[in-house]
């Protein structure tokens, strides 16, 4: 059995403010360190459950958070940096998606660092009608190439969006939101115990845990937060603009659909 962790930073235990996760903020290093511990703990897990390959994807951002003099060596592989127009690299070779550190879609209340996928530019994603964050997203992916999302961690709020959606997936909750930039976590040794031994669960369930599909076409809505965020016509000739910061766009699949809603 061969799992593909895609590591996010808002969810990871330790992790309640903007600093702690921003380019050039004084508190990136503190983040950083928070974030090896839990790829760290679940990677370990993985192993010890018994799966042979693992690969782990830094998807915040540009894909540079990650501290290599922390990266265990128990993993195979570290995805990083750009990977070209897909969400994930080569997942045709794994068999299960972990969403590690993951956070609830915007405008979730009392969810720490809530957005979907740009806190200054989008306010509101929805896919076929339906609003989603990027649980959803990444999981619809995954799903459209048969591979489902066997764990997500992250806040009460994020598990809770995710179970929504996945009701047998795993969930390990390292903290409860209070608020946007605040919340109750647990110590460190807690919650790396916590996603070691979920992640265990996840893996004997596994083969029990159905791919999330979403059947297209897909139709992707974008609200912006505010009108100078929408792209012009001539960027993006295939949108269709609804008002003065909303537009859509129509793919065949989730994946394309979102490259074409953000790129």
């Known amino acids: ?82 990977v070209g127009d897909r969400r994930y690299a080569n997942l045709e070779e794994f068999d299960a998606v972990i969403l590690l550190g993951y956070h609830a879609m915007a405008g979730t209340q009392e969810a720490i660092l809530e957005h979907t996928y740009s806190s200054k530019d989008v306010q509101n994603m929805y896919i076929n009608g339906v609003k989603v964050g990027e649980t959803a997203v990444d999981a619809a992916i995954a799903g459209e190439q048969g591979v489902p999302v066997i764990m997500v961690s992250g806040d009460d709020k994020v598990c809770a969006e995710a179970k929504a959606i996945m009701p047998d997936v795993v969930t390990a909750e390292v903290k409860k939101g209070l608020s946007r930039l605040g919340g109750t976590l647990l110590p460190p040794e807690k919650a790396h115990q916590l996603i070691y031994e979920k992640t265990i669960e996840a893996v004997k369930k596994a083969d029990s845990i159905k791919p999330y599909v979403i059947p297209g076409p897909i139709t992707c809505k974008m609200e912006m937060t505010e009108a100078t965020r929408l792209f012009r016509p001539s960027v993006k000739p295939y949108m269709e603009i609804l008002d003065g910061r909303t537009y859509t766009v129509t793919g065949d699949t989730v994946e394309q659909a979102l490259w074409r809603a953000f790129w």
């Open 1 to 82: 059995m061969n799992v593909y962790v895609m590591v996010d930073i808002e969810g990871i235990s330790g992790i309640y403010n903007r600093d702690q996760v921003a380019e050039e903020q004084w508190q990136v290093p503190e983040g950083r360190r928070h974030l090896m511990g839990d790829i760290n703990a679940c990677v370990k897990g993985l192993k010890d459950a018994g799966v042979d390959k693992v690969y782990v994807h830094d998807c915040h951002g540009g894909g540079w958070m990650f501290d290599w003099e922390m990266a265990s060596d128990l993993a195979d592989g570290y995805v990083c940096g750009y």
